[in-house]
Every structure is written in structure tokens, then in C-alpha cells.
């Protein structure tokens, strides 16, 4: 049995905008096994403290965010790179104006199904 996959190709301006809460909006394109998020946060946006069982890669392309994990404060500016394993708690604050670009493995089913209130409810 074999299956047949296609190449996709998306333009950012045709991925839709979702605007989470005042602070925070972002732009998914999910494959089979991946999902790439456009993340724009405004300087004070807080993401929550959470966990996933998806691995999570997170750069930074413009401006900054202050992240609280493992036990330590981590700032990361644009041109930097943030690898979260598995399961690992980690909450964020955006210490300017910042876009970041996360991969996840597997694709968040929260985002998916609009079911990420962590997300939703924040300043």
C-alpha cells in the first residue's frame, strides 16, 4: 500500500490571522507531523505558564521574550533560538514588540481545535 502526499505551497498573506486576546495573534500552517506558527506579541503580552507533549522550537525574529522555565530566566532576542522539550513547563513575556516563528511536533491539537484558553483570556 503506498500513499501519495503533495507538496504544499503557502503564501503568509493568504494564512489566516487569528487575534487570541488584545496583545496576541498568530498565523498556523500545519503538515502531517509539524506545525509552523507566526506568533505576534505586543510589548506587556503574557503567555501563561503551560506544558504540551509537543516539542517546541521558537525563534525569535523580531524583538525579545522573557522566558521563565526550568528554573531559570531566559531572555531571547531576535536571531535566537529557544528548544523546548516535551512536558517542560514555560511561560513568556514579551519584553518589546516581538514576532516569533515556533515549530511543533507534533501539531498543537489545542490550536487546532481553539481550545488553548490559556491563550485567550491574557493581556
Not at 62 to 80: M, N
Request: net charge negative.
Amino acid at each position: 500500500m503506498s500513499t501519495s502526499t503533495q507538496a504544499k505551497y503557502i503564501p503568509w498573506k493568504n494564512v489566516e490571522h487569528e487575534q487570541l486576546n488584545p496583545l496576541i495573534g498568530r498565523e498556523m500552517v500545519v503538515g502531517d507531523k509539524i506545525m509552523l506558527a507566526r506568533v505576534f506579541l505586543k510589548k506587556g503580552a503574557h503567555v501563561p505558564l503551560h506544558q504540551h507533549h509537543n516539542e517546541q522550537v521558537t525563534y525569535i525574529l523580531e524583538g525579545a521574550l522573557k522566558f521563565a522555565i526550568d528554573g531559570q530566566e531566559i531572555v531571547v532576542r531576535a536571531g535566537e533560538v529557544l528548544c523546548i522539550p516535551s512536558n517542560m513547563p514555560h511561560e513568556a513575556w514579551a519584553i518589546e514588540d516581538t514576532l516569533d516563528l515556533d515549530v511543533f511536533d507534533p501539531p498543537r491539537e489545542d490550536w487546532l481545535s481553539k481550545t488553548d484558553g490559556y491563550l485567550r483570556h491574557g493581556r
